[in-house]
């Protein structure tokens, strides 16, 4: 099963703040790499898809990069709902895995 | 536009069976697959399985095999999670999502299932 490890856990932002939040796979999963935005209470969001592509109806301030192992999520200007838990999920190799999670907090 | 309806939330007690369901409406069902995630309370999000409605081929986590059945009925284009006997570590909320590439573009709203005695 490929591991996949999120970092920070938590992330303390500014509106208005760049945002960067990691995810590193045990194994390499090619581009196969995708992230989602969840809010209390609601379903998970797509974001990113093949480590980079936005997911329709994305704002271009998400951006998303990486291959192999290492991959990044970048929030460029963090707005004041952007602030929510991001996931990264890999879709390379069965099973499916996801990543712990990094909240996004207001400092 | 593409939507997921799951069914409401449950309230059930241990040993009990139970079958939750999602339906889709807005694209042509049997040409994405359909899978299930877990999210525990407080915790984050673990894949379950999928299913291919075409065909009803389906995939399961090893750490769900044998706990847990996937299931389609293409005829009303709604997919199924069922427990044959749930036990109080499977409460949690249960989102159905649909994939073509086995990245997830589409959610339900998620069937909270909480299992006390």
């Known amino acids: 099963e490929v591991v996949m490890t999120q970092s920070p856990a938590t992330l303390s932002v500014s509106p208005g703040e760049r945002a960067t939040l990691s995810c590193r796979a045990s194994?390499?999963?090619?581009?196969?790499l995708a992230w989602y935005q969840q809010k209390p209470g609601r379903a998970p969001r797509p974001l990113i898809y093949g480590a980079s592509a936005r997911a329709t109806g994305i704002p271009d301030r998400f951006s998303g990069s990486g291959s192999g192992t290492e991959f990044t999520l970048t929030i460029s200007s963090l707005q004041s709902e952007d602030f929510a838990v991001y996931y990264c999920?890999?879709?390379?190799?069965?099973?499916?895995?996801f990543g712990q999670g990094t909240k996004v907090e207001i400092e | 536009e593409v939507q997921l309806v799951q069914s409401g939330a449950e309230m059930k007690k241990p040993g009990e069976s139970l079958r939750i369901s999602c339906k889709g409406s807005g694209y042509t069902f049997i040409t994405y697959w359909i899978g299930w995630v877990r999210q525990m309370p407080g915790k984050g999000l673990e894949w379950m399985g999928i299913?291919?409605?075409?065909?009803?081929?389906?995939r399961y986590s090893p750490s769900f095999q044998g706990q847990v059945t996937i299931s389609v009925d293409k005829s009303i284009s709604t997919a199924y999670l069922q427990w044959g006997s749930l036990k109080a570590s499977d409460t949690a909320m249960y989102y159905c999502a649909r994939t073509a590439t086995n990245w997830f573009d589409s959610w339900g709203q998620g069937t909270l299932v909480t299992v006390s005695s």
């Open positions: 999920q890999q879709y390379n190799n069965w099973p499916l895995t």
């Open positions: 299913i291919y409605p075409g065909d009803s081929k389906t």
């Open positions: 194994q390499s999963v090619s581009i196969n």
